[in-house]
């Protein structure tokens, strides 16, 4: 957005949090930026608001700013939200999306189910498709299957790694708080693994932020396998890595998707704090975490999660990935059935009359259904 001409109150890290312990060091800090961001749209006098994912900010602002408008007598902009909450992954959940309606006139769902909870629920509602499909756009992937193929062969050369290594990409989150928790154990499951096979060689993969980059580049200096770090940013290399990668371990998140893009077998962790895990158990009512099972209905991506996100797990799970060809074959074949679900209806573009022909799908995804919807509402 900001190479789009956005210019942003101010870092999206500042309100990057994610918890409910996590949370409450950062709670006046929240309050701050509210008011701030409440002034800032009230002056600004938009037609139109659009908020995106960060629901705990996102509602607050949007309640905040329909209030203000109705106190000053000033007709409200109209609301989108990009990327629906998942209240259908909570017990009781499903009855909270009928109160969006008071402050959102229209969600824009990610997922290919959450549009129609929404509508059930009283409010309006569209799927537009996973952004992170547009990965194939941004490099020029043409395939109707949905597959992205980065040169392995060129990123081991550029990186001096043999050709008869072992390479695991890591990928231990984009916020701090995830980074500062997963990186020590995926350090003590590479020291776990190191034995394991002839010569094991890491590509961790950095955000595109400047703390947790500091950070992960500090900690991997005292790691007993080599690294190769790859800074966020650059889905060329990203991928180029994932192709030259035998198996992924990675903080559960976003990048399950880029990883079944790359047709690269993963294993998904997570830990968090103990009161945000308790609280995940009580209320979660969905038996997996990454998106791919939930949506796949299976535990097709082995998890290892909160106490059971363990070193020893995760090496055990690991070896297994990388040596269990059945398995192996089971996550590549399940990717393209999760990439179907997530793109955008090809009827939901083509049947546009603001599209052309060269626009439909698979060349325009999420963005393109997304400023759509918003257009013509």
């Given at each position: 957005?900001?190479?789009?001409?956005?210019?942003?109150?101010?870092?999206?890290?500042?309100?990057?949090?994610?918890?409910?312990?996590?949370?409450?060091?950062?709670?006046?800090?929240?309050?701050?930026?509210?008011?701030?961001?409440?002034?800032?749209?009230?002056?600004?006098?938009?037609?139109?608001?659009?908020?995106?994912?960060?629901?705990?900010?996102?509602?607050?602002?949007?309640?905040?700013?329909?209030?203000?408008?109705?106190?000053?007598?000033?007709?409200?902009?109209?609301?989108?939200?990009?990327?629906?909450?998942?209240?259908?992954?909570?017990?009781?959940?499903?009855?909270?999306?009928?109160?969006?309606?008071?402050?959102?006139?229209?969600?824009?769902?990610?997922?290919?189910?959450?549009?129609?909870?929404?509508?059930?629920?009283?409010?309006?509602?569209?799927?537009?498709?996973?952004?992170?499909?547009?990965?194939?756009?941004?490099?020029?992937?043409?395939?109707?299957?949905?597959?992205?193929?980065?040169?392995?062969?060129?990123?081991?050369?550029?990186?001096?790694?043999?050709?008869?290594?072992?390479?695991?990409?890591?990928?231990?989150?984009?916020?701090?708080?995830?980074?500062?928790?997963?990186?020590?154990?995926?350090?003590?499951?590479?020291?776990?693994?190191?034995?394991?096979?002839?010569?094991?060689?890491?590509?961790?993969?950095?955000?595109?932020?400047?703390y947790v980059k500091d950070y992960i580049s500090k900690a991997v200096c005292k790691w007993p396998v080599p690294v190769v770090?790859?800074?966020?940013?650059?889905?060329?290399?990203?991928?180029?890595?994932?192709?030259?990668?035998?198996?992924?371990?990675?903080?559960?998140?976003?990048?399950?998707?880029?990883?079944?893009?790359?047709?690269?077998?993963?294993?998904?962790?997570?830990?968090?704090?103990?009161?945000?895990?308790?609280?995940?158990?009580?209320?979660?009512?969905?038996?997996?975490?990454?998106?791919?099972?939930?949506?796949?209905?299976?535990?097709?991506?082995?998890?290892?999660?909160?106490?059971?996100?363990?070193?020893?797990?995760?090496?055990?799970?690991?070896?297994?990935?990388?040596?269990?060809?059945?398995?192996?074959?089971?996550?590549?074949?399940?990717?393209?059935?999760?990439?179907?679900?997530?793109?955008?209806?090809?009827?939901?573009?083509?049947?546009?009359?603001?599209?052309?022909?060269?626009?439909?799908?698979?060349?325009?995804?999420?963005s393109m259904v997304a400023a759509l919807t918003v257009l013509q509402s």
């Open positions: 957005m900001s190479k789009q001409g956005l210019n942003s109150l101010f870092p999206m890290e500042d309100i990057s949090v994610m918890g409910i312990w996590e949370l409450l060091p950062h709670l006046n800090n929240f309050r701050v930026k509210l008011k701030q961001t409440v002034q800032a749209a009230l002056s600004f006098q938009p037609h139109v608001v659009l908020t995106v994912d960060s629901k705990g900010f996102s509602f607050r602002f949007l309640k905040y700013l329909r209030a203000k408008c109705i106190e000053q007598g000033i007709i409200s902009p109209k609301h989108f939200h990009y990327v629906s909450p998942s209240f259908w992954a909570w017990k009781g959940g499903e009855a909270r999306i009928k109160g969006l309606s008071e402050f959102i006139d229209h969600v824009l769902c990610i997922l290919p189910f959450e549009a129609e909870i929404c509508k059930l629920n009283g409010i309006a509602a569209t799927f537009v498709g996973h952004p992170t499909l547009e990965d194939m756009i941004e490099l020029k992937e043409k395939g109707a299957s949905g597959e992205i193929q980065g040169n392995g062969e060129e990123f081991r050369s550029e990186h001096g790694i043999a050709s008869g290594s072992t390479v695991i990409s890591l990928l231990p989150g984009s916020r701090v708080q995830e980074v500062t928790r997963m990186l020590p154990i995926f350090s003590n499951t590479m020291e776990l693994l190191k034995d394991a096979f002839g010569e094991l060689v890491t590509v961790v993969h950095i955000a595109p932020n400047q770090m790859v800074s966020g940013g650059s889905p060329s290399m990203k991928y180029k890595s994932f192709s030259a990668s035998r198996v992924a371990l990675c903080t559960s998140g976003t990048v399950a998707v880029e990883l079944q893009l790359a047709r690269l077998p993963c294993v998904v962790a997570y830990r968090a704090h103990l009161l945000t895990e308790w609280v995940i158990r009580y209320k979660a009512k969905v038996p997996y975490i990454s998106l791919p099972n939930i949506l796949l209905k299976s535990a097709t991506i082995p998890e290892a999660l909160f106490q059971g996100c363990t070193p020893s797990k995760l090496a055990s799970l690991v070896r297994e990935l990388v040596h269990n060809e059945n398995l192996r074959e089971q996550q590549i074949a399940a990717a393209a059935k999760v990439i179907e679900l997530l793109s955008p209806g090809k009827g939901l573009i083509n049947n546009s009359t603001h599209l052309e022909t060269s626009h439909a799908f698979p060349n325009s995804m999420s």
